[in-house]
């Protein structure tokens, strides 16, 4: 590859960002209420297994959700596979290939397949419409994702399950502290999962939860995240070491404390890209209209139509990588193109999930990125459009 960062600051005559600019910079609480937390488990040397700071953290999520039950988990990938066993999931689970692998890979290694199911065009969620072709007498459940911060179409969804006999539950790693209908997300389906891992909008280093208010799968998952104990010598189930420590959970309490902050700058951030990505042909900002929703805004996402750019999404990703400015394609290709499954399952087609996956780019934002950086990103994106070009030259 020939361009780099000086073939583009001597076209664009500035400098390229020094510093590496991440999708995920963690978002941070404050350091010193983290340490006076941190001093306290030294007092107790009380590191995991329940300690007081990761009760705390449960009871605070699942208020905060509006949930009977909380249980944090030491990653989400893990909580995804422990509410599988507990929903006593078997066969056939239906759910979008447009996620993050770890959503197809918690099914497969409970022994269920994942049937990937199509997404809308506009909201990149799961398509209700494309479910009910998809139920075989195998289908055991749907698995939604609430992709990007923004809900599932979670009452199209209840409705299919309900009229087939499935359970309906949710990857909500993306999507704390955003709502639905005036209601958290983390409250539907028969449970929850929120990914905590660093670089997600709310962040204990590595983590998770599972929420719901069923009282007797809460009880299940609490015994099969600490190898099957009820007590201290008595184990009554499988069971696997999903733990999260007190180290995590004080990191998850002190985030807690400026999640509202996060909220804010994220939402400026969007605000500021928005305006500076504004009337840039073929290059799309994913905007779901939700006036009077709480949203965490820590997707930025842009669609580019490359028949309009004449700049393709791939080429755009390159040059801003050049430029220290490190975009992601989330998520391409699409699980169904990813192993085991593409091996497992050549036939499956989705067009709308190819079409999106080979669209989009998701652009920095969270604590760690200026406005300023922001407008010099949306500049770049600019330029390099204006300049195809010459750049594609230099891309040869
Ligand atoms: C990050 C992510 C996961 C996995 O979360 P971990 O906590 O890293 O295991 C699962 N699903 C989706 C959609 C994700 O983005």
């Known amino acids: 590859m020939k361009t780099n960062v000086t073939d583009l600051a001597i076209l664009g005559g500035r400098p390229a960002f020094a510093e590496l600019l991440h999708v995920g910079r963690p978002n941070l609480g404050d350091q010193e209420r983290f340490l006076a937390r941190i ?37 989400a990938t893990v909580g995804l596979e422990l509410l599988i066993r507990a929903l006593g999931l078997q066969g ?51 698995l939604g994702v609430h992709l990007w911060g923004q ?20 990857d909500a790693a993306h999507s704390i502290a955003s709502t639905h209908r005036g209601r958290a997300i983390g409250s539907f389906g028969a449970a929850e999962v929120f990914s905590f891992h660093a670089t997600k909008f709310f962040n204990t280093a590595e983590g998770g939860a599972i929420v719901t208010n069923d009282d007797s799968l809460a009880a299940k998952i609490a015994q099969s995240r600490q190898f099957g104990f009820s007590g201290v010598d008595s ?3 499988w069971g696997t070491n999903a733990k999260m420590t007190e180290l995590s959970a004080a990191l998850g309490l002190t985030n807690l404390e400026s999640i509202d902050q996060f909220i804010e700058v994220n939402e400026a951030n969007f605000q500021c890209y928005k305006e500076n990505l504004s009337g840039i042909s073929g290059v799309t900002l994913h905007e779901v209209a939700c006036e009077s ?3 965490n805004f820590q997707y930025v996402v842009v669609e580019i139509d490359a028949a309009v750019t004449g700049l393709g999404r791939d080429e755009l990703v390159r040059i801003l990588h050049a430029e220290n400015v490190l975009v992601r394609r989330y998520f391409f290709p699409g699980c169904h193109r990813m192993e085991p499954y593409r091996s497992l399952m050549p036939e499956v087609s989705l067009p709308v999930t190819d079409l999106v996956a080979s669209r989009v780019m998701v652009l920095p934002t969270g604590t760690a990125v200026s406005h300023d950086q922001i407008r010099t990103i949306c500049e770049l994106i600019r330029f390099a459009i204006a300049h195809r070009e010459a750049i594609a030259g230099a891309l040869s």
């Open 151 to 170: 809900p599932s179409a979670v009452e199209e969804l209840q409705t299919i399950a309900d009229r087939h006999g499935l359970t309906l539950f949710f």
């Open 293 to 295: 929703e709480r949203r």
């Open 39 to 75: 001093g306290g488990m030294f007092e107790r040397r009380w590191l995991s297994n329940g300690g007081p700071l990761l009760t705390e953290f449960e009871r605070q999520i699942a208020q905060m959700v509006g949930v009977r039950h909380c249980m944090a988990v030491s990653n």
């Open 235 to 237: 184990v009554v189930t």
């Open 92 to 142: 056939e689970v239906i759910v979008p290939s447009f996620t993050f692998i770890a959503t197809a890979h918690a099914l497969h290694s409970q022994g269920v397949k994942p049937v990937f199911c199509d997404i809308d065009r506009d909201t990149h969620q799961l398509d209700p419409k494309c479910i009910e072709s998809l139920i075989t007498p195998r289908t055991s459940g749907i």
